[in-house]
């Protein structure tokens, strides 16, 4: 695969370092890829600014930071209004339906995934919204294997979170199915 | 269906992360911090690593307790380690002059963050670069310094930090930075038998024969360090010393130490001397950078060599002593060249451009840090200055 940047951006608390902390694990323990994961945070342990940037190539990565993502995963409307103008004219964008407000952008793809509301109604925790929105991130670029994933998430999440973890990720997987229509 | 794990031993972890895991295959076994952003990691990592290899870490009440106590474990025999950033390095450098005086072999590591003061403490920056080399009062000084750009580099490089500090028998740093301590990357830890690791040396003469500091042969490396309790007799103190370790005020001994101290760096820069050299063999320009500024640096290197333009690319990985002598033959060949660093100041181009005694034209590229450059700025200012305007 070429160079693909993915940036996870929300607040500090919503798991948004996990995801992508996974991702590059997957890709390179796993998958035998290169990656390199940076992130931004303020002082605040909670609730402040956050954003993780992944990139993942088949080729050494020389530059590590993100500058405009091919794929955008937004879970705040702070963040998306700040970080909408630097995504890839043709870039995916994955934001949290009950959180994000977007705006019409014709040439961009933004897929709605109500990800806190997910982990809620399905897991009962939203903690695991993380899940649901790399889930359904997954489902729809397929970067990188959903079974390499799940074994990623199963080995490094902390332990006795296994089967909610998974279970978020999976339900994020069926719920970019049914709202793209793709059984 | 999963493929085969790439590799045993690989881990996706931060740079941070990687320096404690090259602390512990050195053999570092004696670690005093004090919480600070960027470098809390570290701490963290060696807090939960050291009671599985048998290893002492202490949160100590400050800096400056953290680098005195470090001071002393090593003249108990111990690899020892402390971390910082700019604002606790600055409080940790009274403690280092006390270690360079008395030869000691440890390492402190700087991940360098925005400054000046606290600034902006969860972001990078590159201000260090004259801190850690001239922050200790009183000069006639023996840093060395060496600087990773990557998260393996982390690993390798603390290593090599402790080598050096054994051989030499002096703190030596590694200058790091807040990117490439929180950037995670792979990181393939070898075997311990791959490992080249550098023990204290011990003397071989009788406690009567044995000179503390080899005074009477300025320079002298790959000298021994007793422990205390070996029935060796172990002088050290603040105050300037003899070669028996004795406190003296004359200046014919004063000087002799001060010669020592600093000539046992510039009598070995050819073990000292190490760059990574990129397409310099027909470059018209070049660019320097060492940390994290040396990947963007790189990638603007690639863009201008695919549009046609020569450009060449050096990075300091042992930063101090400065290489001059490389940086002098890259400036005989290039007719300029672009220094991007995280300080608006110019630490680092001014350091080139003495390197490079005015055989090339030395443009600074700064940044007061928080963001690293990105690869479009590198290349725009190196077309800007290609161009004359």
Sequence with gaps: MARTEIRFAGFGGQGLLLAGIMLGTAA????CKNA?????????????????NVVIDDEPITYVGVVNPDIFVCMSQEAYDKLIADVQEKGLVFYDSDLVKIKELPKTRQIPIPATKTAIDSVGRKIVANMVILGSVIESTRILDADLMKKCIQDNVPKGTEEINLKAFDKGRELYREITGKA | MLKQECSINKYFVQGDEAIAEGAIAAGCR????????????????????????????????????????????????????????????????EGLGWGIKNELPYVVVDVQRAGPSNGVATR?????????????????????????????????????????????????????????????ELLVIPDARELKIVPRRKPTVPPSEFLMYPLNTPG????????????????????????????????????????????KVTDHLDRLTRVQEEMLDDAEYGIIAYGCEARPAMEAMKK?????????????????????????????KVKKILVPELNRDGQLSREVQ?????????????????????????????MRIIKGK
């Design chain 2, 30 to 93: 004696y670690f005093a911090g004090y919480p600070i952003t960027p470098a809390s990691e570290i701490s963290e990592t060696i807090a939960r690593r050291f009671p599985e290899v048998g290893g002492v870490a202490i949160q100590m009440e400050d800096e400056l307790a953290s680098i005195h106590s470090v001071g002393g474990a090593s003249v108990a025999g111990m690899k020892a380690m402390t971390v910082s950033s700019g604002p606790g390095i600055s409080l940790k450098l």
């Design chain 2, 124 to 184: 990078v920056g590159q201000g260090d670069l004259y801190t850690v080399k001239y922050g200790s009062a009183g000069g006639n000084n023996s840093i060395i310094a060496i600087s990773p750009m990557n998260v393996q580099e982390a690993f390798d490089l603390t290593i090599e930090c402790f080598n050096l500090s054994e051989i030499f028998r002096t703190p030596v740093f590694l200058l790091t930075d807040e990117t490439v301590g929180h950037t995670r």
């Design chain 1, 36 to 52: 390199a994961q940076t992130q931004s945070y303020g002082t605040e342990a909670r609730g402040g600014a956050s954003q993780c």
């Design chain 2, 304 to 332: 201008a060599r695919a549009e046609g333009i020569k450009v060449g690319f050096l990075r300091p990985i042992i930063i101090w002593p400065f290489p001059d002598e490389p940086i002098y033959r890259m400036a005989c």
């Design chain 2, 220 to 263: 002298t490396i790959d000298y021994p360090y007793p422990n205390i309790g070996e029935g060796y007799g172990i002088c050290v103190s603040p105050y300037t010393h003899t070669a028996k370790g004795y406190a003296t005020t004359s200046e014919k001994d004063h000087d002799k130490m001060a010669t020592h101290l600093v000539r």
């Design chain 2, 354 to 382: 003495r390197a490079a005694k005015g055989q090339a034209e030395v443009y600074h590229l700064g940044s007061g840090g928080v963001e690293t450059h990105q690869p479009v700025h590198v290349y725009d200012e190196l």
């Design chain 1, 28 to 31: 390179t323990i796993l998958d």
